[in-house]
């Protein structure tokens, strides 16, 4: 268990399990988790032996939203001089995946931190939405451009004019998550997950990751182009060489990392 004031952060194997940790404030981002999520991020991908993270919350909340009380008196120059929350970059940009597992409220931040993860799985009590307009203000962490290339205009105009919830069962139609399961089993059914792709070739995961990323940034044809080079370029690896090899000779494939 390591020592965050406001996360619990231990490891399962080469699975890092993040928890956000302000229950008395249902998860709401402030400066100190932003502070201790890049600090957890940035270890977990310096770390050779992590090959996949996993950050959750509360059974009540994921995260339910910015922090209100610290955004309250602070103005444009304020916010802007200090690029307030321009540091979640640092958390999206992370080189290996990572999935949320998302139970309760997933509300305007949180519901933005929560689509930058790789995949999103969803507890049967998760809620989203981007209720920013409530405040007289908008999505800022990415839900605008996120949630409109996950679930289309209509929907995320829906969500962001009305600022109404979307239920988990709605959430997983709309292509928000990849699945939803029992509350009770989000975490051990996200560190699963998360294990399956921890055992994969370190390289190749980077390089999986990437190619998706990249359709969402280009071109089709830049794109394909862009997935064809890494592929030629994974060739060049010994993971490459092993697991073709472990493939032909029956066998699982063990990893280098080279
Ligand atoms: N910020 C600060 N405190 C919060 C927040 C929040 N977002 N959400 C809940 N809390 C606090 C409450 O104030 C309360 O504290 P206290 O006990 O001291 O009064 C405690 O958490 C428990 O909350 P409730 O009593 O309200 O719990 P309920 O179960 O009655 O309601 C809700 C739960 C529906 C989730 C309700 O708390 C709520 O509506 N919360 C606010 C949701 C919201 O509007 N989120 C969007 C915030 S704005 C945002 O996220 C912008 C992101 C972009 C920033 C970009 C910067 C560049």
């Given at each position: 268990m390591s020592d965050y004031e406001t996360l619990l952060v231990e490891t399962h194997g080469a699975v890092t399990l993040v928890r956000l940790n302000r229950p008395q404030a249902l998860n709401a981002l402030n400066t100190a988790i932003l502070r201790d999520l890049i600090d957890a991020f940035a270890a977990y991908d310096a770390d050779d032996g992590q090959r996949c993270l996993v950050?959750?919350?509360?059974?009540?909340?994921?995260?339910?939203?910015?922090?209100?009380?610290?955004?309250?008196?602070?103005?444009?120059?304020q916010m802007y001089g200090a690029n307030f929350f321009g540091g979640f970059e640092k958390?999206?940009?992370?080189?290996?995946?990572?999935?949320?597992?998302?139970?309760?409220?997933?509300?305007?931040?949180?519901?933005?931190?929560?689509?930058?993860?790789?995949?999103?799985?969803?507890?049967?009590?998760?809620?989203?939405?981007?209720?920013?307009?409530?405040?007289?203000?908008?999505?800022?962490?990415?839900?605008?451009?996120?949630l409109t290339r996950a679930v289309g205009k209509s929907k995320a105009m829906d969500m962001v004019l009305t600022g109404r919830m979307m239920d988990a069962v709605e959430a997983e139609k709309a292509n928000l998550c990849s699945k939803v399961v029992p509350a009770a089993d989000l975490v051990d059914e996200a560190l699963k997950m998360a294990a399956t792709i921890a055992g994969m070739a370190p390289l190749a995961a980077i390089a999986n990751k990437e190619m998706v990323n990249v359709a969402f940034e280009t071109g089709l044809a830049t794109g394909i182009l862009f997935e064809r080079r890494l592929f030629n370029g994974l060739c060049a690896t010994e993971d490459k060489k092993e697991g073709m090899g472990a493939f032909v000779e029956k066998r699982p494939g063990v990893w280098t990392g080279r």
């Open positions: 950050l959750t919350g509360s059974e009540k909340a994921f995260a339910a939203g910015a922090d209100i009380k610290e955004m309250q008196d602070q103005g444009f120059a958390v999206w940009s992370v080189r290996k995946p990572w999935i949320a597992a998302v139970g309760g409220f997933a509300l305007g931040g949180g519901c933005e931190l929560a689509m930058m993860a790789d995949i999103m799985i969803a507890a049967d009590t998760a809620r989203f939405g981007q209720p920013e307009i409530k405040l007289g203000v908008a999505p800022g962490m990415g839900g605008s451009q996120r």
